[in-house]
């Protein structure tokens, strides 16, 4: 196993896959957070894979990524699992790379239109494929907010840490009072991918190649991920595009749904 200059001394590679990744190069692909860290494992043959680790306290957690995963495999280009270890701390999850680079690489964000069809088209997609009546995973409001009155209650919950500078004037128990008292009407429910941001969908000739990360996909509300699919391409291309991207997936503006599902999303993790 080679570490490049990235590698992170918090969570070293599980010594049950260090002979197995010999050849085998590490290189930190995503650790915005102290409790989780994603390696992408680089092969000279050109293979990749993707070594994702949490520790075993944090939610979503490695079994909830892996529930998930081998429930959308029959309906989703999702990644392929090689290996993982639930009893572990960090527990991991070994997978296979999907082929493909996501909407943050700089060749896609040329081109912003083109960038918000494929995604918008790729979310539709997801909700069209994933069938609501067989999913074992529920985040419906009710579960949603019992979720978060847990968190709040084991004090995991920081607002001047987690929330995003729009509801930073919010004490925690104006959320949850917003929450509580402000709940949309439920419009459409479908399989939520639970974290549609552009660095979580791949592409490749602009081409759906894939999803990732889906530790929190489960049924819910639809504004539960066109909330956060408009609110990330407000971080990752700048504002005003949320319009288009609800035109190419085919539903009109919602603005107080959007504001909800935006400030649970702050919550949840």
């Known amino acids: 196993m080679q570490h490049q200059s990235t590698f992170s001394p918090s969570f070293p590679i599980p010594k049950s896959l260090e002979s197995s990744l010999s050849n085998w190069t590490a290189t930190v692909a995503w650790a915005p957070f102290d409790h989780a860290c994603t390696y992408r494992l680089s092969h000279p043959n050109g293979a990749t894979r993707y070594l994702k680790m949490v520790q075993r306290d944090a939610y979503p957690s490695i079994a909830d990524e892996l529930e998930r995963l081998q429930w959308?495999?029959?309906?989703?280009?999702?990644?392929?699992?090689?290996?993982?270890?639930?009893?572990a701390d960090p527990a991991w999850l070994l997978s296979e790379g999907i082929a493909g680079t996501n909407g943050t690489e700089p060749d896609l964000k040329a081109n912003p239109e083109l960038l918000i069809s494929l995604l918008a088209k790729a979310l539709r997609y997801f909700h069209d494929h994933a069938p609501v009546s067989n999913c074992p995973f529920d985040f419906r409001l009710e579960t949603?907010?019992?979720?978060?009155?847990?968190?709040?209650?084991?004090?995991?919950?920081?607002p001047e840490k987690h929330f995003h500078p729009e509801f930073q004037h919010l004490s925690l128990d104006e959320?949850?009072?917003?929450?509580?008292?402000?709940?949309?009407?439920?419009?459409?429910?479908?399989?939520?991918?639970?974290?549609?941001?552009?660095?979580?969908?791949?592409?490749?000739?602009?081409q759906l190649q894939g999803f990732v990360d889906l530790g929190e996909l489960g049924v819910a509300d639809v504004w539960w991920d066109l909330a956060t699919a408009t609110w990330s391409l407000n971080w990752n291309l700048g504002e005003g595009w949320e319009e288009m991207f609800l035109h190419e997936y085919g539903i009109g503006a919602n603005p107080e749904a959007i504001t909800y599902y935006r400030l649970l999303y702050d919550l949840v993790s």
């Open 72 to 87: 959308a495999k029959a309906f989703l280009p999702v990644p392929k699992i090689i290996d993982f270890d639930l009893d």
């Open 144 to 158: 949603s907010l019992e979720h978060v009155s847990k968190r709040a209650q084991l004090g995991l919950i920081q």
């Open 175 to 206: 959320a949850l009072s917003f929450l509580q008292e402000q709940q949309p009407s439920s419009t459409k429910e479908v399989v939520c991918h639970g974290d549609y941001c552009v660095p979580n969908i791949l592409f490749d000739h602009n």
